[in-house]
């Protein structure tokens, strides 16, 4: 047994974070977050993803892909949680080898969620599932556009993927929450001094940590059961972990102007996707 | 990342499961949970079994006569014992976790000759004087005083949540040997000692717990006399010596509770079904959540128990992540154990209640959640220190 990232898996990681940091840092977030509504899908950026491989990770060599597996996706796709980078992603990385220009990042797909919601659906060239009569809704997140459809096919691996998306997420949340801790200063001390902002950190970073041993391990079994309950933890650990950093920032985390509120929302965005957490939690009720 | 077992790893397990399943139907019925004479004997039978099979120690350095396994035989041992129904480790506890321990790191020779092969062989017990009245999460404030006179240490002073102090041989025990002042870190002046517990002017007084029982006692020390050459490491730098120890967590601490727990939820279940509230979907739900949280656990600890094999065992701040998720998750277990009851939860006689008692220490012991808390954010997430 070495559950641990392997040495190619840290560089991949690493790899994506710098990718993402160069293509879609603060300064692109805040131009989306800011623009008049509805966002744009970033073609190009689309097509740099497809370049550097995001999209075929999965695909075997010989049809053109990386040749890599599931764990190596779920760490691609925590480090587009943690930069929060729009777009379907993962209906694309899904498609990749099934839709003609998904590897490439030519094509853009989307997919009718089993929750019926559909992400980015005008922006996309390809739904998968059927979205006939879909209709619009104001998104909560600004950097989603969404539609609600009849329920869609369920899909452990998208599932999974967008487990991974939150897991970078509550990672996210935590690193802010901290760094803003030991930066704003009241009562003459950095406010990270105080237990009780202390410890809202401290249990960031729990749920954070146990979210991720499931979902690293539910990407290595592939097991479907297993892929919802890390789901399960990896929505409480972004949507919670948002939550703290919102209240850690204070009034500030209140504005607009600050980043908080859009991982809170696409947090809370994709913990709809998928099963319901009371629906996960019944079937493990059962298993026992 | 490979949850997969090696072939050695599937080996080692294949033969200690022979060796349990030839060895468990042959013990002693097991002693009740107040004859501490009995409890010592039992333990230190198994421990004796132990030893003859080649298992004692599993995890002590060759060099210090264990085994030297990795971390994952650790666990892989832990897991079966658990699962093969197998005596704790029990009154071994301290002596195998961390007197023995500290003393193959920092003794000398003569003290490893002296003390780890009985705690091997299971021919003594250890017990921990560490905590004192009013030296609890703040444990560097002790105050238990030793001074010396000729080659000896007078040790007067009194320590608390000592396990079975009644039937051990030595205490690990924590001195202070230079007063604390204005100018010196409290951490400092503190000395580690070897203390027979025959020694005169040792008192022990057995600490009922909320729970009913005597899982603990106060240990009252009246000038005791303890030589010079019991002190493990140099004077005044007990504190470190303790540490060294203390911090060596290989994330293996928990994995026969872990297992144990999935075992009574899987029994609750079966309960629930049986008593009809399995009909309410609440209830029904949080047995789901405990299901997934607890095999989430399991995940965890595989994952620390990796990192400490792959990093040789250094200090696991991931330990203090594990333990605060699990002792909270062990709360709700039994909390939950009592709604599948019902009225029964208030039955003492029933499975699961004193348990239920006993999980309230979790969220205390070996450092209460708040102070766990502290240090994942100060030492983890780099937070500044302060109140």
Same mark, same amino acid.
């Given at each position: 047994m070495d559950f641990q990232l392997t040495e190619d898996q840290r560089a991949l990681r690493s790899g994506v974070r710098e990718l993402l940091a160069g293509r879609f840092g603060r300064e692109a977030l805040r131009a989306l977050a800011d623009a008049p509504e509805p966002p744009a899908l970033d073609r190009e950026l689309w097509r740099d993803l497809g370049v550097a491989g995001f999209f075929a990770l999965r695909l075997p060599e010989r049809d053109g892909g990386v040749g890599l597996g599931l764990p190596e996706a779920v760490l691609a796709f925590e480090e587009a949680g943690r930069a929060l980078l729009p777009g379907p992603l993962v209906a694309t990385h899904l498609a990749a080898g099934e839709v003609e220009g998904a590897a490439t990042g030519d094509t853009v797909v989307t997919a009718v969620d089993s929750s019926g919601l559909v992400p980015w659906l005008d922006a996309s060239d390809v739904v998968r599932g059927d979205a006939a009569g879909a209709v619009p809704i104001r998104s909560v997140d600004p950097l989603t556009p969404l539609h609600r459809a009849p329920a869609g096919a369920p899909d452990p691996l998208a599932t999974l993927l967008t487990a991974a998306e939150q897991l970078g997420s509550a990672a996210r949340s935590c690193e802010t929450a901290v760094r803003y801790a030991r930066e704003r200063t009241q009562f003459g001390q950095p406010i990270g001094a105080f237990q009780a902002v202390k410890h809202l950190c401290a249990q960031m970073l729990v749920r954070t940590e146990l979210a991720r041993s499931a979902v690293y391990?539910?990407?290595? %079994? =592939?097991?479907?059961?297993? @892929?919802?309950?890390?789901?399960?933890? =990896?929505?409480?650990?972004?949507?919670?972990?948002?939550?703290?950093?919102?209240?850690?920032?204070?009034?500030?985390?209140?504005?607009?102007?600050?980043?908080?509120?859009?991982?809170?929302?696409?947090?809370?965005?994709?913990?709809?996707?998928g099963p319901s957490a009371g629906a996960v939690e019944e079937e493990w009720a059962a298993a026992l | 990342m490979d949850l997969a077992y090696t072939e050695e790893e599937e080996e080692f397990r294949a033969r200690l499961r022979a060796w349990l399943a030839d060895v468990l139907p042959h013990l002693p019925p097991r002693p009740d949970p107040s004859d501490w004479p009995g409890r010592r004997a039992y333990d230190l039978g198994w421990q004796r079994r132990l030893h003859d099979a080649g298992y004692a120690g599993l995890h002590w350095p060759v060099d210090a006569g264990g085994q030297g396994a990795t971390p994952t035989q650790h666990l892989i041992y832990l897991e079966e014992t658990e699962r093969a129904g197998a005596p704790y480790v029990g009154a071994n506890f301290v002596g195998l976790l961390h007197a023995g321990p500290t003393v193959a790191a920092e003794g000398s020779p003569e003290q490893r000759r002296r003390w780890l092969p009985p705690i091997l062989r299971g021919d003594e017990v250890w017990c921990q004087g560490f905590s004192e009245p009013d030296a609890g999460s703040d444990l560097a404030?002790?105050? %238990?005083?030793?001074?010396?006179?000729?080659?000896?240490?007078?040790?007067?002073?009194? *320590? @608390?949540?000592?396990?079975?102090?009644?039937?051990?041989?030595?205490?690990?025990?924590?001195?202070?040997?230079? #007063?604390?002042?204005?100018?010196? #870190? *409290?951490?400092?002046? @503190?000395?580690?000692?070897?203390? #027979?517990?025959?020694? #005169?002017?040792?008192?022990?007084?057995?600490?009922? %717990?909320?729970a009913g029982s005597t899982e603990f006692a106060e240990m009252f020390l009246d000038e005791v006399r303890v030589p010079v050459g019991n002190r493990v490491g140099e004077e005044n730098d007990g504190w470190r010596v303790t540490m060294v120890t203390l911090s060596f967590e290989r994330g293996t601490a928990f994995v026969g509770e872990v297992v144990a727990c999935r075992r009574t939820l899987t029994a609750l279940a079966a309960e629930a079904r049986k008593n009809g509230r399995w009909d309410d979907a609440v209830l029904r739900r949080r047995l789901g959540r405990l299901n997934v949280e607890f095999s989430a656990l399991w995940r965890l600890t595989q994952w620390n128990v990796s990192e400490a094999q792959r990093t040789g065992g250094v200090p696991g701040t991931g330990g203090s992540v594990f333990k605060l998720r699990y002792s909270h998750a062990r709360q709700e277990l039994y909390d939950t154990a009592a709604e599948v009851l019902g009225p029964d939860s208030l039955d003492l006689g029933r499975e699961w209640n004193l348990d239920r008692l006993s999980s309230l220490s979790y969220t205390i012991a070996a450092g209460t959640s708040q102070i766990q808390r502290? @240090?994942?954010?100060?030492?983890?997430?780099?937070?500044?220190?302060?109140?």
């Amino acid at each position: 047994m070495d559950f641990q990232l392997t040495e190619d898996q840290r560089a991949l990681r690493s790899g994506v974070r710098e990718l993402l940091a160069g293509r879609f840092g603060r300064e692109a977030l805040r131009a989306l977050a800011d623009a008049p509504e509805p966002p744009a899908l970033d073609r190009e950026l689309w097509r740099d993803l497809g370049v550097a491989g995001f999209f075929a990770l999965r695909l075997p060599e010989r049809d053109g892909g990386v040749g890599l597996g599931l764990p190596e996706a779920v760490l691609a796709f925590e480090e587009a949680g943690r930069a929060l980078l729009p777009g379907p992603l993962v209906a694309t990385h899904l498609a990749a080898g099934e839709v003609e220009g998904a590897a490439t990042g030519d094509t853009v797909v989307t997919a009718v969620d089993s929750s019926g919601l559909v992400p980015w659906l005008d922006a996309s060239d390809v739904v998968r599932g059927d979205a006939a009569g879909a209709v619009p809704i104001r998104s909560v997140d600004p950097l989603t556009p969404l539609h609600r459809a009849p329920a869609g096919a369920p899909d452990p691996l998208a599932t999974l993927l967008t487990a991974a998306e939150q897991l970078g997420s509550a990672a996210r949340s935590c690193e802010t929450a901290v760094r803003y801790a030991r930066e704003r200063t009241q009562f003459g001390q950095p406010i990270g001094a105080f237990q009780a902002v202390k410890h809202l950190c401290a249990q960031m970073l729990v749920r954070t940590e146990l979210a991720r041993s499931a979902v690293y391990a539910a990407a290595v %079994t =592939a097991d479907p059961a297993e @892929i919802r309950a890390a789901a399960l933890l =990896a929505d409480e650990a972004a949507v919670q972990g948002a939550r703290d950093c919102l209240q850690v920032h204070g009034g500030m985390g209140f504005t607009w102007e600050a980043d908080v509120h859009l991982y809170l929302k696409r947090a809370w965005l994709r913990a709809e996707l998928g099963p319901s957490a009371g629906a996960v939690e019944e079937e493990w009720a059962a298993a026992l | 990342m490979d949850l997969a077992y090696t072939e050695e790893e599937e080996e080692f397990r294949a033969r200690l499961r022979a060796w349990l399943a030839d060895v468990l139907p042959h013990l002693p019925p097991r002693p009740d949970p107040s004859d501490w004479p009995g409890r010592r004997a039992y333990d230190l039978g198994w421990q004796r079994r132990l030893h003859d099979a080649g298992y004692a120690g599993l995890h002590w350095p060759v060099d210090a006569g264990g085994q030297g396994a990795t971390p994952t035989q650790h666990l892989i041992y832990l897991e079966e014992t658990e699962r093969a129904g197998a005596p704790y480790v029990g009154a071994n506890f301290v002596g195998l976790l961390h007197a023995g321990p500290t003393v193959a790191a920092e003794g000398s020779p003569e003290q490893r000759r002296r003390w780890l092969p009985p705690i091997l062989r299971g021919d003594e017990v250890w017990c921990q004087g560490f905590s004192e009245p009013d030296a609890g999460s703040d444990l560097a404030s002790l105050r %238990t005083r030793a001074v010396r006179d000729g080659d000896h240490y007078v040790v007067s002073g009194s *320590k @608390i949540w000592t396990s079975h102090a009644e039937v051990a041989d030595w205490c690990e025990l924590l001195v202070r040997t230079t #007063p604390v002042t204005d100018d010196m #870190p *409290k951490h400092r002046g @503190i000395s580690w000692l070897a203390m #027979p517990m025959d020694a #005169p002017g040792v008192t022990v007084r057995p600490l009922r %717990t909320l729970a009913g029982s005597t899982e603990f006692a106060e240990m009252f020390l009246d000038e005791v006399r303890v030589p010079v050459g019991n002190r493990v490491g140099e004077e005044n730098d007990g504190w470190r010596v303790t540490m060294v120890t203390l911090s060596f967590e290989r994330g293996t601490a928990f994995v026969g509770e872990v297992v144990a727990c999935r075992r009574t939820l899987t029994a609750l279940a079966a309960e629930a079904r049986k008593n009809g509230r399995w009909d309410d979907a609440v209830l029904r739900r949080r047995l789901g959540r405990l299901n997934v949280e607890f095999s989430a656990l399991w995940r965890l600890t595989q994952w620390n128990v990796s990192e400490a094999q792959r990093t040789g065992g250094v200090p696991g701040t991931g330990g203090s992540v594990f333990k605060l998720r699990y002792s909270h998750a062990r709360q709700e277990l039994y909390d939950t154990a009592a709604e599948v009851l019902g009225p029964d939860s208030l039955d003492l006689g029933r499975e699961w209640n004193l348990d239920r008692l006993s999980s309230l220490s979790y969220t205390i012991a070996a450092g209460t959640s708040q102070i766990q808390r502290n @240090i994942v954010a100060e030492r983890i997430l780099g937070l500044p220190k302060g109140r």
